[in-house]
């Protein structure tokens, strides 16, 4: 009975740690991180926000981090949203440079993430399309 307890208390407790420190800043730099996604890292022990702000101010080290997180289901679609949102920020250059030594694998990660947020993202500009005729430049680098 009190390990249920506790449990719950714990529960709560990073919930309103994740909400108190993330949920006011919701829009990081124009990219929107959705609740699921801070209760999904959160769990994880990553401070998102923390690491979206230093990649949106073009940190190569966070953005190459915050890119090769793992998510599925549908934190995994929010999570592309924010790298296709991240893109569009700092620009397919620096994103490109950030990426440097990446693997295979890890490229294929990407290209995943990539054609889940443009086709789940709310940017009319970049909705719907391919990854090489959204990003040329990063289709290139990973193909």
Do not use: W
Not at 7 to 12: D, E, Q
Not at 38 to 58: F, W
Not at 80 to 96: M, P, R, T
């Amino acid at each position: 009975m009190k390990k249920v307890f506790l449990n719950k208390l714990l529960l709560l407790v990073m919930l309103s740690v994740c909400f108190v420190n993330c949920n006011r800043h919701k829009s990081i730099n124009g990219i929107v991180v959705s609740e699921l996604l801070l209760i999904a890292s959160n769990k994880q022990h990553i401070n998102y926000c923390k690491l979206l702000e230093e990649a949106t101010k073009g940190n190569v080290s966070s953005i190459k981090q915050i890119t090769l997180l793992d998510f599925y289901d549908g934190v995994g679609y929010d999570h592309s949203v924010v790298i296709v949102n991240l893109i569009n920020l700092i620009g397919e250059d620096k994103f490109i440079q950030s990426l440097g030594t990446i693997n295979e694998e890890q490229k294929n990660k990407i290209g995943s993430y990539l054609m889940a947020g443009l086709e789940y993202g709310d940017n009319p500009n970049l909705q719907g399309k391919a990854v090489k005729e959204a990003f040329p430049k990063i289709h290139n680098f990973l193909n």
